[in-house]
């Protein structure tokens, strides 16, 4: 990760994304999710499906681009993969059979083991009123 | 006379603009047409039987079919016609389509009348149209190939296997062309000179093979079936009946220069030879290098260190004269000059590279046994960038054609790569992945896959020097990101040119190229391994870029064709040819110096007289001279000047009578 050079202060001087071999972070995702990033090539398929792509700032294939150039940081910043409902449509499309629904949950856990902290707090989340598939989908994705 | 006229349809291409009825009618009525009649499919089965039924039953002499262009089913016709007794030659073909219902179906009406005057015009031809038959040529059973790379050697094995002699001349000092100098072959991976020597070798044992290396073809002349080619045979300084190859001059001797097998990455003495391997194994003197010249001796140092005094200074070209009846081109490719890349920094940066330098420095036989190793400091790599289309699909270049193979050795280049600096990094920019093979997209998947290599979708802008590092800067348009990449070494995939003097050889052959210099076929589906000079046959790299089974299988089409021809033991030529009127020839030659083929003559006979001659077997029936003649002297039989003067009138005759 310390090697990137995308994050926002040097962006602004340098537009360019360095490119170095990313194998810490990367190598963790994959290892979480079982996956091979560079088996994705690249078609589109989990995007062009994904019945939450309108709400999100990445397209699903693009999630996969990202790692495969190890741009760690408009990662971390995306919403993407907390809008991810995990519904398996792209896995089940992918060509390559990579399972995206996979290393969207490997970037998150990746995220939550790094920050150690969740992304909501359960505390919180109850007080709503939520229907209890919800209430379990959103705890177990969103935290660690 | 009686002239039967067939009008086609062609489905809707022809009916769907002309009035057929009319053209029938009109057709009918010209003056010697016995019969006139219309078609919906002249070409199918059932459309050449009427057209063979009706020439028996009217007894027709002579014939008109208004279809498509000759080019197309001329021959068709023929053969139907003289399936049922009448000469091809009575035959015209008058073309509505191509050259009327197509170009003008905005305008069906005087399109109709187009096409009448076209059919009245090949009415008009075919009236003073004589039966011909064939002429017959002596044809020679030997080839020649020009080129000793894979295609050459491959359509040599072929035609050798076949039965017939082969002359093989190859240019540099050895066979082998550029698979040689490759390190492993896409996509089996397989080592390219495992898989070719024994072909080298094969060739060389081959008793119906004579292989010319370190020659060059200096002149052709004649036509298919008797080609007189002149070999010139450039001296080697080395005796090749007494050189053993056991490199003992080399040895001895004290100038070094960079090996060109090498790519200029290794190096070789004055004396060498290119390649351990090399077929003959027999060591050449680069006079251009050696301290001796033509008239100064200042070094014998091969000399003393040679054993059987094979070395031999004062050498001279040889020319050899032989006659082929076929020819086969097989003269490859070159790579596109580093240097023509300055923004990717080509010839200004040592560590900026070509495919082919590349490989090698992959080979177990390189300059660097193996090791990837930086040119400029010797230094293993760590992060190689790997650019493709580096020219190529580049109108600005020259070259808006895709090299077709470089997407697939930039694959092999990265994985070889990977598997020589495990911890090395590679990438790869590239527009589209090309790899359409048997088993080529499994391989370039396996690769990124496998060997997990950053592939980009961009070109790169530029290429500049940071310290020791060669900095390069793209894109990644997926991701829509430029990116900087501080690489170690950067390898051009460079286009694929053809190979020097392609243009000379072509002129003298008197065989087409294309505008970027590769060799012409005659049809680029139906005839992809002919030239259009009849007799010459295309194999390798030197048509278009392609890769080694392409190679190979484009070898084998052509050594099949040769075969084809020489299965034949006379030649039998299209009756096309100029014939002279010795009584209006008065031999002033004018022609002679017009006909493209040498094929005129002049003759003075013991009484002064003086007239010209035709050699029927080099005409190609052009026409020049007939159009040169001033007393009408020569004509092109099947075109003759009365022929042609009929069509025209017939052509004019509306206005004529306006
Ligand atoms: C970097 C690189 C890597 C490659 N890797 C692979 C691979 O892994 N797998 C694969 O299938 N293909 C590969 N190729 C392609 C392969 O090199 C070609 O397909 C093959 O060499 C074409 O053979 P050829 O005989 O047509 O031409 P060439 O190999 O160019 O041979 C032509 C021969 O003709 C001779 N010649 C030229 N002009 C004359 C003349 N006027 N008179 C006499 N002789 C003449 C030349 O000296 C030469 O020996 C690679 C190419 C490159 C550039
Ligand atoms: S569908 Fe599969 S291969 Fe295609 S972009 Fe998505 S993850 Fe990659
Ligand atoms: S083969 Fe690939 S790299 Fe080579 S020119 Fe074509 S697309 Fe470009």
Known sequence: METISTNKEK?????????????????????????????????????????????????????????????????????????CASCFTCTARCPKGVSLTRLMEGVRLAIFRTRKSDEISPKEMVKETLPQIALIGALRKLTA | MRIGVFICHCGKNIAGVLDIKRLVEEAAKLKDVAYATDYVYLCSEPGQKEIQQK????????????ACSPKMHATTFARAVEEVGLNPYLLEIANIREQCSWVHHDAPEEATEKALEIIRAA????????????????????????????????????????????????????LGGHMAQLSETFPTLDCSSCILTPRMVEVARHPNIHLFTYAEVKNVEGIVGQYKVTIEQKPRYVDPDKCTGCGDCAEACPVIVPNEFDQGLGARKAVYVPFPQAVPLVYTIDLEHCLNTKRLIVCEQCYHACGPKAINYLMEPKEIEIEVGAIVLATGYDLLPLEALKEYGGGIYPDVLSGLEFERLLSASGPTGGIVRRPSDGKIPKRVVFIQCAGSRDPEHGCPYCSKICCMYTAKHALLYKHAVPDGEAYVFYIDVRAAGKRYEEFVQRVMEEERIVYLRGKVSKVFQRKDKLVVWGVDTLSGMAVEIEADMVVLATAIVPSKNTADLAKLLKAPIDEFGFLNE???????????????????????????????????????????????????????????????????????????????????????????????ALCQGCGCCMATCPKEGINVAGFTLNQLKAQIHALLKEDEDD
């Open chain 2, 522 to 616: 005659v049809h680029p589906k139906l005839r992809p391994v002919e030239s259009s000079a009849m007799g010459i046959y295309l194999a390798g790299a030197a048509q278009a870029p392609k890769d080694i089974p392409d190679t190979v299988s484009q070898a084998s089409a052509a050594a099949s064709k040769v075969l084809g021809l020489f299965s034949q033991e006379e030649l039998s030529l299209e009756p096309i040819k100029a014939e002279v009127n010795l009584e209006n020839c008065d031999g002033c030659a004018y022609c002679v110096d017009v006909c493209p083929f040498d094929a005129i003559t002049l003759v003075v006979e013991e009484d002064g007289h003086k007239h010209v001659e035709v050699k029927k």
């Open chain 2, 55 to 66: 020439i028996k039953e009217l007894e027709l002499t002579h014939v008109v079919i208004a």
């Open chain 2, 123 to 174: 009415v008009a031809k075919v009236s003073l149209a004589k039966p011909l038959a064939p002429i017959t040529v002596p044809l020679t059973r030997k080839v020649l190939v020009i080129g000793g790379g894979i295609a050459g050697i491959q359509a040599a094995l072929d035609i050798a296997n076949g039965g017939f002699e082969v002359y093989l001349v190859e240019r540099s000092p050895s």
């Open chain 1, 11 to 83: 962006r602004s001087t340098k537009l360019r994304l360095v490119l170095k071999k990313q194998e810490d972070w990367l190598k963790k995702v994959e290892e979480i999710s079982g996956q091979n990033v560079f088996a994705c090539y690249q078609c589109g398929k989990c995007s062009a499906g994904c019945p939450m792509s309108a709400e999100m700032d990445l397209l699903p294939n693009q999630v996969i681009r990202l790692l495969q150039l190890g741009a760690v940081e408009p990662l971390l910043n995306c919403r993407t993969i907390w809008l």
